[in-house]
């Protein structure tokens, strides 16, 4: 069973820098984790939730939101089969829920979330 376990959430104030974490775990020799793209999501209250940043099983190529493109970053750890989002120059908009996600040919895996609130 594939799970995607997200971390490093928290209140941050505005500026400021977070790192959030997504821990992959029941990934098989036929479904390498590497074999998988991943995103990142999230979800602000009243709003649906949106893309924000995804990289490939590599980790070669990576593309972002308008919106955060310049301030965060993606990249992933195949070793440790962890995917990360460096997350600089913080603002209050960036509060919301981020979920990282996880996708291969017909099999796509959602974590459950974290939670970041952007506030002084």
């Known amino acids: 069973q594939v799970l995607l376990e997200e971390s490093g959430g928290g209140l941050v104030q505005p500026g400021g820098p977070v790192r959030l974490s997504c821990a992959a775990s029941g990934f098989t020799v036929r479904s390498p984790f590497s074999n998988f793209a991943m995103s990142w999501y999230r979800q602000a209250p009243g709003k649906e939730r949106e893309w924000v940043a995804g990289?490939?099983?590599?980790?070669?190529?990576?593309k972002y939101a308008d919106s955060v493109e310049g301030r965060f970053t993606i990249s992933r750890d195949n070793v440790k089969k962890t995917l990360y989002l460096q997350m600089d120059s913080l603002r209050s908009e960036d509060t919301a829920v981020y979920y990282c996600?996880?996708?291969?040919?017909?099999?796509?895996?959602w974590g459950q979330g974290t939670q970041v609130i952007v506030s002084s």
């Open positions: 996600y996880a996708t291969w040919i017909s099999r796509e895996y």
């Open positions: 990289i490939i099983g590599n980790g070669r190529a990576t």
